[in-house]
């Protein structure tokens, strides 16, 4: 795995969960050069956080595992498009 130094702390993070985030940090890797900055995983070995940069300025992607249910009865926000959807 390739780390980055980071430069700076960005203002705005976004923040993202797929059902596989293993896959989907995979593929954003191939797909749009991001870089993996730091890659947290649980014991069962499902990503709980991921922080990917995409410039060399450091500017972070957040990743992590969706789960429906997070602690405290909250909720993520999920967007879903097309047949992928549900």
């Given at each position: 795995?390739?780390?980055?130094?980071?430069?700076?702390?960005?203002?705005?993070?976004?923040?993202?969960?797929?059902?596989?985030?293993?896959a989907?940090?995979?593929w954003?890797?191939?797909?749009?050069?991001?870089?993996?900055?730091?890659?947290?995983?649980?014991p069962?070995?499902?990503?709980?956080?991921?922080?990917?940069?995409?410039?060399?300025?450091?500017?972070l992607?957040?990743?992590?595992?969706?789960?429906?249910?997070l602690?405290?009865?909250?909720?993520?926000?999920?967007?879903?498009?097309?047949?992928?959807?549900?």
């Open positions: 795995m390739a780390t980055t130094q980071l430069t700076k702390i960005s203002s705005v993070i976004p923040c993202l969960r797929y059902r596989d985030a293993g989907a940090i995979d954003l890797v191939r797909a749009f050069g991001l870089t993996e900055a730091m890659v947290a995983a649980g069962d070995g499902e990503i709980q956080h991921a922080e990917l940069t995409c410039d060399p300025e450091g500017n992607w957040s990743f992590g595992t969706y789960r429906p249910v602690p405290a009865g909250r909720r993520p926000v999920v967007a879903t498009t097309g047949q992928n959807s549900g």
